[in-house]
């Protein structure tokens, strides 16, 4: 683990792409650093998955997404062949558990493994395991708080085979949703007093489903998935003008629809995400002792439509401070 965390933030090597492998499409981004240290996006590429290559998250034909991902590698340029790729956020467990403070990494390691068998429902032989250390525990000074990670190994080899199948080695297995909470850390950063007690909500619009995250200081307060996402929009374009689910999501991202698109289908799908989106804000503020958001974040358009600005005004209440590190999963064997 130590090694992964290092390739990623310590001593100079190889470069990565990172790798999305989504339900619909397969996206592509390889950044570099400049002489500020600063990121700079350098390629980015996407192709649609054929219908049916992934299901709920798995991949249920590797020959057909080996060979997006080709298609990908060959419309972006990189030459870069080693590759971090994510889990769903469905596919992966985590659990913050308290050890014992003071031991070893191989100490640590050995007691994340005896505390793991609690909390995972598989043998664990049939998972792969990552953990991170939070800090000390809020309760007992001799005491940790640490975050356990697993995935079932057969989920996570599917991954690295079709990788293997495209030409590429994998070296990073991450978790789709700490990744983007990862990114969105380097925006926070950027902003006023480093974004410090701003409670900000993170939307991530998929195909089949959007995720919502809020953010205090480092620290994920609040999750929810919501079954709401861009295949909505694409089945009523199937529905109104009669096209096969693959045409209308051609003709969706290429804007290549007849008029009246806007006003007739879109614009009332913009309306059913808002509501979709005023609804999460509800169900965060309801179960939470938060009672306001000061940003939203929209890390992409869902499958490259318009915009959907939200604006919720709610009470204003202080939050509570608290803070956790950010860090990279890897799921792989070092």
């Given at each position: 683990?130590?090694?992964?965390i290092?390739?990623?933030t310590?001593?100079k ?10 339900s619909t499409?397969?996206k592509l981004?390889e ?9 700079r996006l350098?390629r980015?590429a996407?192709?649609?998955?054929p219908?049916?290559?992934?299901a709920d998250g798995?991949?249920e034909?590797i020959?057909?997404?080996a060979e997006?991902?080709r298609?990908?590698?060959?419309k972006?340029g990189t030459?870069v062949?080693?590759v971090s790729?994510?889990m769903p956020?469905?596919a ?10 003071g031991?070893?990494?191989a100490?640590l ?14 043998a664990?032989d049939e ?14 000074e001799?005491?940790?708080e640490?975050?356990?990670a ?11 085979a079709?990788?293997?199948?495209a030409?590429l ?8 949703s700490?990744?983007?909470?990862a990114?969105?850390?380097?925006i926070?950063a ?5 974004g ?5 909500a ?13 953010i205090?200081n480092?620290?994920?307060v ?9 295949n909505?929009l694409t ?11 693959e045409?209308a ?6 804007e ?8 007739d289908?879109l ?8 509501l979709e989106?005023?609804r999460?804000i ?8 938060y009672t306001?958001?000061?940003?939203f974040i929209w ?9 959907c600005w ?5 009470a204003?209440k202080s939050p509570?401070?608290?803070s956790?590190?950010s860090r990279a999963w890897n799921?792989?064997?070092?």
């Amino acid at each position: 683990m130590s090694d992964a965390i290092s390739r990623l933030t310590g001593k100079k090597d190889a470069p990565l792409i990172g790798l999305d492998i989504s339900s619909t499409s397969i996206k592509l981004v390889e950044l570099s650093l400049d002489n500020n240290k600063e990121l700079r996006l350098e390629r980015y590429a996407s192709e649609t998955l054929p219908r049916g290559a992934m299901a709920d998250g798995n991949i249920e034909n590797i020959e057909q997404v080996a060979e997006t991902i080709r298609r990908v590698l060959l419309k972006s340029g990189t030459r870069v062949r080693k590759v971090s790729l994510g889990m769903p956020s469905a596919a992966v467990i985590t659990k913050k558990i308290i050890l014992s403070g003071g031991a070893s990494e191989a100490s640590l390691e050995m007691q994340v493994e005896s505390e793991a068998s609690q909390y995972i429902p598989f043998a664990l032989d049939e998972v792969r395991l990552d953990f991170c250390v939070i800090g000390p525990s809020p309760n007992s000074e001799d005491d940790i708080e640490v975050m356990l990670a697993a995935s079932r190994k057969e989920k996570i080899e599917d991954r690295v085979a079709v990788a293997e199948v495209a030409g590429l080695k994998a070296e990073i297995m991450d978790i789709d949703s700490y990744a983007a909470r990862a990114a969105v850390a380097r925006i926070i950063a950027q902003s006023d007093h480093e974004g410090k007690d701003k409670i900000i909500a993170l939307f991530q619009i998929g195909a089949k489903v959007t995720h919502i995250s809020v953010i205090l200081n480092g620290q994920t307060v609040y999750e929810r998935e919501q079954a709401f996402g861009g295949n909505q929009l694409t089945q009523e374009i199937v529905r109104s003008y009669g096209l096969s689910f693959e045409e209308a999501e051609l003709k969706k991202k290429s804007e290549g629809l007849p008029d009246g698109y806007t006003e007739d289908v879109l614009n009332p799908f913009l309306e059913s995400a808002a509501l979709e989106v005023t609804r999460a804000i509800q169900f965060f503020f309801t179960s939470t002792p938060y009672t306001r958001l000061t940003r939203f974040i929209w890390p992409a358009v869902v499958s490259s439509c318009r915009a959907c600005w939200i604006w919720s005004p709610a009470a204003q209440k202080s939050p509570l401070p608290s803070s956790v590190p950010s860090r990279a999963w890897n799921f792989l064997p070092t």
